[in-house]
């Protein structure tokens, strides 16, 4: 699997934007994190690897679930580092 292939596309909805804007709500306390659709093969290192040489930042957790429409990977960033800056260079806004 090559590096290109393995994130596919951000996956933005209403929950993922509080998410990534860390607005402090009760619901979201903490934020500062991304939401992509990933390639069906790729685990947690290979994402983490692909997403800290792509976007140069560093991550400091991923966690990956299976639905209906994909792979899902949600990467927290590390303390010094912006979701929000990484979501404007994909394009999320």
Do not use: C
Not at 6 to 23: A, C, W
Not at 59 to 76: F, L, N, P, S
Request: hydrophobic share 35%.
């Amino acid at each position: 699997m090559k590096q290109s292939d393995v994130l596919i596309r951000p996956y933005v909805t209403e929950k993922s934007m509080n998410h990534m804007s860390g607005t402090p709500t009760q619901k979201y306390k903490d934020g500062n994190k991304i939401e992509f659709i990933v390639h069906r093969n790729a685990d947690k290192a290979t994402v983490k690897t692909v997403f800290e040489e792509r976007f140069e930042v560093k991550v400091e957790k991923v966690w990956i679930r299976i639905q209906k429409d994909g792979k899902h990977a949600i990467i927290k960033l590390a303390d010094g580092y912006s979701a929000e800056d990484v979501g404007s260079r994909v394009g999320v806004f």
